[in-house]
Nanobody, 126 residues
């Protein structure tokens, strides 16, 4: 059974940075397709980045150039480095894995992911 636990959220001022972590446990980690999603109050869950088995990444336009996804297979951990944060980045952030090596054709397909973490809150003040 695969489990994901996010950490690293918090409150920062606009322009600041945070690094989120997603620790994978329960099984020898395989570089499945894993993604980061976020959901702001009153809004739908939004896909912001994913990474497949080969390390190919895709970013949503809203975070491109500011966020970077990385993976440490030895530590079974996925990271999301978030720079130049904006108030509109305020949301609950989730990591999710698809248990397949390749990511779905459309980034914005939360139903394609079988395992989700509990989320970590990011709040950016102006």
């Amino acid at each position: 059974q695969v489990q994901l636990v996010e950490s690293g959220g918090g409150s920062v001022q606009a322009g600041g940075s945070l690094r989120l972590s997603c620790a994978v446990s329960g099984v020898a980690y395989r570089p499945y397709c894993t993604g980061w999603f976020r959901q702001a109050p009153g809004k739908e869950r939004e896909a912001i980045v994913d990474i497949d088995r080969n390390g190919i990444t895709r970013y949503a336009d809203s975070v491109k150039g500011r966020f970077t996804i990385s993976r440490d297979n030895a530590k079974n951990t996925l990271y999301l480095q978030m720079n130049s944060l904006k108030p509109e980045d305020t949301a609950m952030y989730y990591c999710a894995t698809r248990l397949l090596r390749y990511c779905p054709p459309s980034m914005d397909s939360p139903s394609e992911y079988q395992v989700w973490g509990q989320g970590t809150q990011v709040t950016v003040s102006s």
